[in-house]
């Protein structure tokens, strides 16, 4: 395939998450295009695995969607070289009030791939210990303790929808479960 050139990006708008560009594009046939790009720093986020293998879920109000969702703990970086590890220790105790020795990586995915770079490492939490939570101001954050069937069941009747817990999920049950 021959390559895309970018002919210009245009910062439109800075945000808190996320930065929104105009970005004009020669494609392969010669036409020069107008895309959108929504720039992110990346995130991580941690499956929580109590010792009766429950996986901790987190609700919270989602804006975007303008309902409560079930996700796994998550946030974005702190910085660009964040390592995610440490993005996603910080976000299970910040978010489910617990802490673990030790992260073991599960994947990585890009959750809009059409016109977002958001990156999200996704890591699985065992020998979970006890802290509390640490909510940012605008977060109410409830917990609850899950069987990865109920998870699934929950996913495959389309009533889990955020792409990065679907992703842990799934990968979790096929790794840890079959």
Not at 93 to 110: K, P, Q, V
Not at 135 to 163: C, H, N, Q, V
Request: aromatic share 8%.
């Amino acid at each position: 395939m021959k390559p895309v050139e970018r002919l210009k990006r245009e910062l439109a708008y800075h945000g808190v998450v996320i930065d929104v560009y105009a970005d004009t594009v020669r494609v392969p046939n010669g036409t020069v295009a107008k895309w959108d790009f929504i720039g992110h720093i990346g995130a991580a986020a941690v499956v929580p695995v109590l010792p009766d293998g429950r996986i901790l879920m987190v609700k919270q109000y989602r804006n975007a969607l303008d309902r409560f969702t079930l996700e796994l703990p998550a946030g974005k970086l702190d910085a660009a070289d964040e390592p995610m590890e440490v993005c996603a220790a910080r976000e299970l105790e910040e978010e489910a009030g617990y802490r673990c020795d030790a992260l073991e990586y599960l994947l990585t995915i890009n959750t809009t791939v059409a016109f977002c770079n958001e990156k999200i490492g996704i890591f699985v939490a065992r020998n979970l210990i006890p802290s509390h939570q640490h909510l940012d101001e605008d977060e109410d954050i409830e917990i609850s303790a899950w069987k990865i069937e109920d998870l699934l069941e929950k996913i495959y009747a389309g009533e889990m929808t955020d792409a990065k817990t679907v992703a842990a999920l799934l990968a979790y049950y096929k790794k840890y479960c079959l």
